[in-house]
C-alpha cells in the first residue's frame, strides 16, 4: 500500500481561490475522490474520478491531477466552506480504500 | 436513502465492539451496492475499515491485523461490523457508507457513533 499527503492546513480569504494537494499516490495513479468534511457533520463526496462533480456541488469546486498530484481547487472561497478536506483513492488492484491525513481550510 | 448506526457507546479494553448499519431506502442484498465502515478516532482523520458486497464477500484494511469482521443481513436489511480485542486506540467515531458497485468513492455516510474504549 502507500500513503497519500495533503498540507495540514490551508488559509484563504473569502473571494479567494483555496488549493489543496494531494500527493504519494501509486503509479499508475488511480483515479482520486475529495470529501468535505464540516465540524460534527459525516464526510461528503465533493468530487469524483479526479474532476467530476456530484450533483449539487457547486461549480467553484474543481478537481485537477498531473503526474502522481492531484489537487481540489475551491474557487471564490465562502465562509461555509471552512471544512477539513480528505483526498482519498484506492490500491493499485482497487481493493482497498486509501485515505489523505485531511487539509484543514480555515475562510479568515 | 437512510443510514443509521448503532453501537454500544462505551466498551472495555479487550472486548469486542459490535456495530450496526441500519439501512432505509437502498437494499443491502442487491448488486447496485456495496457497503463500508470507515473510522476516525477524535480529532484525526479518517481511516477506511472495510467493505462488504451484496454476497457477503469483503475486503478489509490490512492495517487493522485481522481483528475487524463485517457481515450482512438482508432480513434487516443491516450490515454489521466487529473489531475484537479493542485498546484505547479504538477509541473513534464509526462511520457506515454505501457505494455504487463498479465506483471506489463512498457517496453516501452515515451521521456516525462514538465508540469509547474505556475501562
Known amino acids: 500500500s502507500y500513503e497519500l499527503t495533503q498540507p495540514p492546513s490551508v488559509s484563504v480569504s473569502p473571494g479567494q481561490t483555496a488549493t489543496i494537494t494531494c500527493s504519494g499516490y501509486?503509479?499508475?495513479?488511480?483515479?482520486s475522490y475529495w470529501y468535505q468534511q464540516r465540524a460534527g457533520q459525516p464526510p461528503s463526496l465533493v468530487i469524483y474520478?479526479?474532476?467530476e462533480r456530484p450533483s449539487g456541488i457547486p461549480e467553484r469546486f474543481s478537481g485537477s491531477a498531473s503526474g502522481t498530484t492531484v489537487t481540489l481547487t475551491i474557487s471564490g472561497v465562502l465562509a461555509e466552506d471552512e471544512a477539513d478536506y480528505y483526498c482519498?483513492?484506492?490500491?493499485?488492484?482497487?481493493?482497498?480504500?486509501?485515505f489523505g491525513g485531511g487539509t484543514k481550510l480555515t475562510v479568515l | 436513502v437512510q443510514l443509521q448506526e448503532s453501537g454500544p457507546g462505551l466498551v472495555k479494553p479487550s472486548q469486542t465492539v459490535s456495530l450496526t448499519c441500519a439501512v432505509s431506502?437502498?437494499?443491502?442484498?442487491?448488486?447496485?451496492?456495496?457497503w463500508s465502515w470507515i473510522r476516525q478516532a477524535p480529532g484525526k482523520g479518517l481511516e477506511w475499515i472495510g467493505k462488504?458486497?451484496?454476497?457477503?464477500?469483503?475486503a478489509y484494511n490490512p492495517s487493522l491485523d485481522g481483528r475487524v469482521s463485517m457481515s450482512l443481513d438482508t432480513n434487516t436489511n443491516q450490515f454489521s461490523l466487529k473489531v475484537y480485542s479493542v485498546t484505547a486506540a479504538d477509541t473513534a467515531t464509526f462511520y457506515c457508507?454505501?457505494?455504487?458497485?463498479?465506483?471506489?468513492?463512498?457517496?453516501?455516510w452515515g451521521h456516525g457513533t462514538l465508540v469509547t474504549v474505556s475501562s
Open positions: 457508507a454505501r457505494s455504487y458497485s463498479g465506483s471506489h468513492n463512498l457517496g453516501f
Open positions: 462488504i458486497y451484496y454476497n457477503g464477500d469483503t
Open positions: 474520478k479526479d474532476t
Open positions: 501509486a503509479s499508475p495513479r488511480p483515479y
Open positions: 431506502g437502498a437494499y443491502v442484498g442487491g448488486g447496485d451496492y456495496y
Open positions: 482519498q483513492s484506492t490500491d493499485s488492484t482497487e481493493t482497498y480504500m486509501i
